[in-house]
């Protein structure tokens, strides 16, 4: 079996660049052999003649997998967006507990405002409203 020829080769390196950058010409952009050879314009057998690029694009694969730059792209933009959801949540719940306690600290000091006019009525005495002082100190 003969070698491919160099343009055959230069084909296929310029096809794999360009897949593994993210920026395909021909195809969808998969890091598959089939888009690999689609992509440099050559049949599959060229491509499998083309010993030295298969052993590189064998060797990009075991240490990057198949995903393409844009789905590792992807892949990290949504790990972000998840933390920072986590994030939100957390201080959504944290904001929540807050507001429903001081809601119930608003409550319990509204029963004993009206508790203590009660008693201070009962006794006779005035409650005298603070807003008309407010105003004349602001």
């Known amino acids: 079996m003969s070698e ?3 343009a055959a080769v ?3 390196r310029d096809a794999m660049t360009r897949l593994m950058e993210g920026r395909p010409k021909a195809t969808d952009g998969k890091m598959t052999k089939e888009n690999l050879y ?6 599959r ?3 499998n003649r083309a010993t030295v690029v298969m052993a590189e694009w064998d060797a990009y694969l075991d240490q990057h997998g ?5 789905e590792s792209r992807r892949d990290a933009e949504i790990t972000e967006l998840q933390r920072k959801l986590k994030a939100k949540t957390q201080e959504c719940t944290q904001l929540q507990q ?12 509204h029963h004993d405002n009206e508790a203590m006019r009660e008693h201070i009525a009962s006794r006779g005495g005035t409650v005298v409203s603070l807003d008309s002082r407010r105003g004349a100190t602001d």
């Open 4 to 6: 491919a020829s160099p």
């Open 10 to 12: 230069q084909a296929l």
């Open 38 to 43: 689609r992509e440099a314009g050559v049949s």
């Open 45 to 47: 057998a060229t491509m």
């Open 66 to 70: 198949r995903r393409t730059v844009g």
């Open 98 to 109: 807050k507001l429903e306690a001081a809601a119930t600290v608003i409550g319990a000091l």
